[in-house]
């Protein structure tokens, strides 16, 4: 029994709810009664740390939040720095973190080392120490993305790979050195199958996913004797802007809800809720690892026989 005296059984939701009997107390009419309080306590109670990478809510890096939010967690947030007087990219993202208690909200352009470091100066400044880093940024060029990677030029694969990959590397190196991450922190970024095997019109993209994933690999091993574990989810086709200038989208979802084992697309929540688990103490023993948050869609080596002839209606 998880938590013995429970009235009701565990309901399976992530958050950690404690019915704590409290002491006999006074009841109105002088008689003592049994009070029972409910103590919500959730997963993230006390923990803090960084989401990078929010454009708007549609943004995966937004349905990570709602979730840790929900279990508890104190953040700070970043936006695209914005050009000009209009702070347009601030705004979209304080509509949104406002809201929920953001600790602080700040521009940051992975290509500058100094925008960097002062989230990092920031968050060791408002939290000591943080749980978790959340990495969800990536960019190409449109016209290096779209044509094929042998069209791609060489300040378009620097871009891309300075923005899509490298970006973590600085982000995990400034909270190293700035030492602002606790002894069992979670950093977590997001990937796509399109690093492991050639989806076409993924592209550019794939061969800075891979940089991403090996990257995954080499700061686990590096900063798994301090505690820090380094992740990734691998995450199925999800409507954000980012998605929208890759390859054509909507046969992308088509495709998927074809050739996956469980006939579907997944959710942003998805991505979320497992995000949210990746980064808690519940896999305390997972580091390196590629998820796959994808209803099976990399396990196919080939398509279902119902791909091609899609089962007869039933009258
Ligand atoms: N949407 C999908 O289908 C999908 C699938 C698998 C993986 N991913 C990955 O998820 C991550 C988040 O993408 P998304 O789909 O939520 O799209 P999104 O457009 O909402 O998020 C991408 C974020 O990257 C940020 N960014 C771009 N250049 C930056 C820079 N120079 N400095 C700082 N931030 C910068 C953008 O501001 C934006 O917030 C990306 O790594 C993407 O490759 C997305």
Redesign the pocket.
């Given at each position: 029994m998880l938590f013995p005296g429970l009235a009701e059984p565990y309901d399976t939701t992530p958050v950690l709810r404690a019915r704590l009997l409290l002491q006999p107390a006074q009841g109105r009419s002088g008689s003592k009664v049994q009070q029972t309080k409910v103590c919500t306590m959730g997963l993230f109670t006390g923990r803090k740390g960084l989401v990078?990478?929010?454009?708007?809510e549609?943004?995966?890096?937004w349905a990570i939040t709602e979730n840790l939010h929900r279990e508890g967690a104190e953040m700070g947030f970043?936006h695209?720095p914005d050009a000009g007087d209009r702070p347009k990219n601030q705004n979209k993202v304080a509509k949104l973190v406002d809201p929920i208690g953001s600790k602080f909200l700040l521009p940051?352009?992975?290509?500058n080392d100094e925008h960097i470091n002062a989230v990092v100066a920031k968050a060791a400044e408002t939290f000591g120490r943080i749980d978790f880093i959340v990495h969800?940024?990536?960019?190409a060029p449109p016209a290096d993305l779209t044509g094929p990677t042998w069209a791609c030029s060489r300040n378009g694969f620097k871009t891309a790979m300075e923005?899509?990959a490298y970006?973590l590397l600085a982000v995990a190196g400034a909270a190293r050195k700035q030492n602002v991450l606790s002894s069992d922190a979670s950093i977590l970024?997001?990937?796509?199958f399109g690093g492991e095997e050639v989806i076409p019109g993924y592209n550019l993209?794939g061969i800075c996913k891979a940089a991403l994933e090996c990257s995954v690999r080499y700061l686990a091993s590096e900063l798994g004797p301090e505690g820090v574990r380094v992740n990734a989810i691998?995450?199925?086709?999800?409507k954000?802007?980012?998605?929208m200038g890759v390859g054509d989208f909507d046969d992308m979802l088509k495709l998927y809800a074809g050739i996956s084992p469980m006939r579907r697309n997944i959710t942003a929540d998805e991505v979320g809720r497992t995000a949210m688990a990746m980064l808690s103490n519940l896999t305390s023993g997972i580091t390196g690892e590629i998820l796959h948050v994808d209803c099976g869609f990399s396990v196919m080596g080939a398509p279902p026989a119902d791909f091609f002839t899609p089962p007869a209606q039933s009258t």
């Amino acid at each position: 029994m998880l938590f013995p005296g429970l009235a009701e059984p565990y309901d399976t939701t992530p958050v950690l709810r404690a019915r704590l009997l409290l002491q006999p107390a006074q009841g109105r009419s002088g008689s003592k009664v049994q009070q029972t309080k409910v103590c919500t306590m959730g997963l993230f109670t006390g923990r803090k740390g960084l989401v990078l990478g929010i454009a708007n809510e549609r943004s995966i890096a937004w349905a990570i939040t709602e979730n840790l939010h929900r279990e508890g967690a104190e953040m700070g947030f970043t936006h695209m720095p914005d050009a000009g007087d209009r702070p347009k990219n601030q705004n979209k993202v304080a509509k949104l973190v406002d809201p929920i208690g953001s600790k602080f909200l700040l521009p940051m352009d992975v290509c500058n080392d100094e925008h960097i470091n002062a989230v990092v100066a920031k968050a060791a400044e408002t939290f000591g120490r943080i749980d978790f880093i959340v990495h969800s940024i990536a960019f190409a060029p449109p016209a290096d993305l779209t044509g094929p990677t042998w069209a791609c030029s060489r300040n378009g694969f620097k871009t891309a790979m300075e923005i899509s990959a490298y970006s973590l590397l600085a982000v995990a190196g400034a909270a190293r050195k700035q030492n602002v991450l606790s002894s069992d922190a979670s950093i977590l970024t997001l990937t796509y199958f399109g690093g492991e095997e050639v989806i076409p019109g993924y592209n550019l993209m794939g061969i800075c996913k891979a940089a991403l994933e090996c990257s995954v690999r080499y700061l686990a091993s590096e900063l798994g004797p301090e505690g820090v574990r380094v992740n990734a989810i691998s995450a199925g086709p999800v409507k954000t802007v980012s998605a929208m200038g890759v390859g054509d989208f909507d046969d992308m979802l088509k495709l998927y809800a074809g050739i996956s084992p469980m006939r579907r697309n997944i959710t942003a929540d998805e991505v979320g809720r497992t995000a949210m688990a990746m980064l808690s103490n519940l896999t305390s023993g997972i580091t390196g690892e590629i998820l796959h948050v994808d209803c099976g869609f990399s396990v196919m080596g080939a398509p279902p026989a119902d791909f091609f002839t899609p089962p007869a209606q039933s009258t």
